[in-house]
């Protein structure tokens, strides 16, 4: 049984989705923990209610990055993690802490990478006049919101689109690719090889969503 930990900062629907997958599933692993950088992340609750640990680290606690990584690896350290999971957690990592889970350190991006790392995706999106977005889930390096590709979704970006709109629909494909991404890792279904993440069964790690 491999151990999942998923670090979350706010709403957690991310998470979420990668926990109701594990239970209905069957997942030959479990959610260890979720941990939050924040007292208020509201996925907290849902995870307490699943009768999954939970704990926060305050990052205002800490006078530097490297200071706070530390503790919050030696949290997540605790739960022996096969794959540490980052959904919506919003924090730069530092090398270090980056290095340590390297090759079982997962993102989800709200862009199609490497298009728009950063914040404000969706709106930089419709002002380039992107005619596609998406979300992608990656393998985490020290550089942000780089790392070897696992699964991408795209989705149109519509004529009427405001971030809001464009942001829910891209947020229903997150929660299509990153539990599927999380699965195959756990079934050691991912090889990379070049900086490139393939399917040992060649399924298909692209998602076109038409809305
Ligand atoms: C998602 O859009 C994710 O891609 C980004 O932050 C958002 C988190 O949403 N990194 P949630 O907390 O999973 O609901």
Redesign the pocket.
Known sequence: MKNIVIL??????????IVQACIAQNWSARIAAVISNKAS?A?LEFAARHGIATAMVDHKQFDSREAFDTELAKVIDGYQPDLVV?????RILSEGFVRHYEGRLL????SLLPAFPGLHTHERAIEAGCKLAG?TVHLVTPELDHGPIVIQAAVPVLPEDTGDTL?AR??KQ?HQIYPRAVRWFVDGELTVAEGRVSHRSAQAQVVWAAD
């Open positions: 979350i900062s706010g709403r957690g629907s991310n998470m979420e989705a992340a996925g980052l959904a919506g957690f919003m993102n989800i991006h709200p979300a942001s891209v947020l997150e």
